[in-house]
DNA sequence: AATGAATGAGTCTTCATTCAT
DNA sequence: TATGAATGAAGACTCATTCAT
């Protein structure tokens, strides 16, 4: 008789929208955005069509938000670095950081991926993304000085790519790919070439 | 009607096929597949729409192409190796020629990593793939074995990383991208570490 | 539950039904009854959309009681006139009731105008104020006979068409239309002529 | 085999367009623009539904190129008077070509008056005539000056909202409606008044 | 009586594909 | 072989209406 209450009705269109975005993710990053139907989107999300457009005035704008959010998110996460440690263990804690964001959200990840190939999305991710790895790489560098290499600008270059690299083999197949066995390879690999003529 | 100009007629012809297809790999590879529409790819290639559906039955139909021929003709040139030579020329050699398709046909590659991320196709390009790819990782093993890796596999897969992230990189903005340092960098950092203990 | 609240629940209803009427009447008459959505009648009446639907069935029942209540309201005003005086009193009378109509509802004129030049709804209008025009153009020509008029049918007409023209100017700016200046020029015009041969 | 003229092609594409124009003229009159629906206007034009968008990116533009073509098109002939008659002529002249206009585009006289109602619409309408406007009112005034009318200005209020209510009702029912009687009877009126005291 | 989230039929618009020439 | 007008199925988005509370 009387409306819904306020807080009850806030939580279902958190809920719906929550679904919408969670179901749009999925698709964009498996069948990529173009080809990603409205219906199709619903229909994971389990919602009706008209829903999605009370929540989003376009297709657009679930990426967007997708971006914005969700990448918002994750910089933090991946980028994140506590600093009562040794360089060593900063690194390994920067490396597995990585590691673990592109395995808890492979798709988001894919959907990164992808957004960077595409000559119209790829300068918004940039963008977004852009803070976080200027701090980061510039971190890292210091780092990777610090534990002895040689010629950390190149170094970083190397991570950077090992980093695409993985996350195009993992994200699309994660069960079929070694990510950990192929991490600590690499960074055993690093590590021991830098330790030969470490910074005192 | 006369011989000549039936000739003349399927020059033409195999122009106009010629000029779609590259209009449409770089459409595809920019855009994606979903993104591009015929119009543009005619534009692209100035011809009509009407002249692509001469080609092609479908859109589909140029991708598959696209993918038949040009993936057809870079593997052997990615993988073609002459063995009149020792394993570390011959490592160096592959290295060299992976990289070099990937600075002579950017877009092609691009776009291989885009059908990568794409559920509906990236079984097709594996499966085109595959073949090539089996005998050069093969190769690629035996190689590394001989020139001192002590985990050959895990050493495929960090080679094979390398070529996916500087693809990432590199095809999106060849100009910004050192492809030749990092790759000297890399292959560099592989060979020291095999040098210690070559197997003999 | 007493009879108070139930007076006072009463009354509510009935407040917000106007707020959705009024709210109605000037966007449909000033965007067209399509071009309306029931979510802008909520926001400017100041309800939920559902609301809107306890009141009404339908957007279309909306425009319907408007029509109902609204012209009905206005149709005695507009033609009701006392008899108790000269036929040149009455005839003014007549004139200045319809013009104060005008300035009175404006947008339900405009809304009245809009009505009759569209085909599914021109209908509806007419048989709603037919019962009221007949009367009131049977006396409105007697009157204009009695006034001296040669032609009264086409004085009738012109009558008619004035006061069409005249809405179709000030209605949709009744700020910038001068019409009272232009209602006392027409009915000069209009009473010096016939004055020239009264019928006695 | 070879492709269809240019000519052939360019009057084909011109067909459609008219044919789409003119169907969507009669629908935006009779029922208003946001009623009609795209799938109407093709079906009264005998063209498919996609058609219609590759002459018009969007429904608002048919409208837009109607005003824009048409009503630059019945200007002139509305207000385009010659030169080389007496006063009382190019009146009379006046007069017959606006009503020929509406006798002969009663359907765009009747859109007119409907985008006139509408907030968002008036603009438009306003802007494209009042070039025109301006000057046949300026001329107007100096020809009912010249023809002996006391109050000019008031008097092409009259013959401005006479128009309008002609517009009002002949255009909607045109068979119904005694135009050419009324138009008599209305520019006698005038030209009576106006005898009596001629500017000399 | 009142709310606003949710629905889905309906509308506008796009675009791969066809077809007459 | 080549053209581009034409088609219509499919997709994005709107909005009147319903419904749980």
């Not at 395995?103 to 894919?110: E, N, Y």
């Not at 510039?138 to 950077?160: E, F, M, T, V």
Request: proline share 4%; with cysteine.
């Amino acid at each position: 008789m009387s409306p819904r209450s306020r807080e009850l009705s806030k939580q279902m269109k958190a809920e719906s929208r929550k679904a919408v975005v969670s179901a749009a993710l999925e698709l964009f990053a498996k069948k990529g955005f173009s080809a990603t139907t409205a219906d199709e989107i619903a229909k994971k999300a389990k919602v009706s069509k008209g829903l999605i457009f009370t929540h989003f005035a376009t297709k657009q704008d679930i990426l967007l938000a997708i971006v914005d959010e969700q990448l918002e998110r994750l910089f933090p996460i991946a980028f994140g670095n506590d600093d009562a440690r040794s360089p060593r263990d900063k690194f390994l804690a920067l490396i597995n950081a990585w590691l673990n964001v592109m395995k808890d959200d492979p798709l988001l990840i894919r959907l990164t991926l992808q957004l960077n190939l595409d000559d119209a999305w790829r300068k918004l991710v940039k963008r977004k993304g852009k803070r976080y790895i200027e701090i980061y790489l510039g971190g890292l560098r210091d780092l990777i000085a610090q534990l002895g290499s040689k010629n950390p600008d190149l170094d970083c270059y190397l991570i950077a790519i090992f980093f695409d690299g993985i996350a195009a083999n993992y994200t699309v197949a994660p069960e079929l790919f070694p990510i950990d066995a192929v991490k600590d390879h690499f960074v055993e690999m690093l590590l021991s070439r830098w330790k030969k003529s470490p910074k005192r």
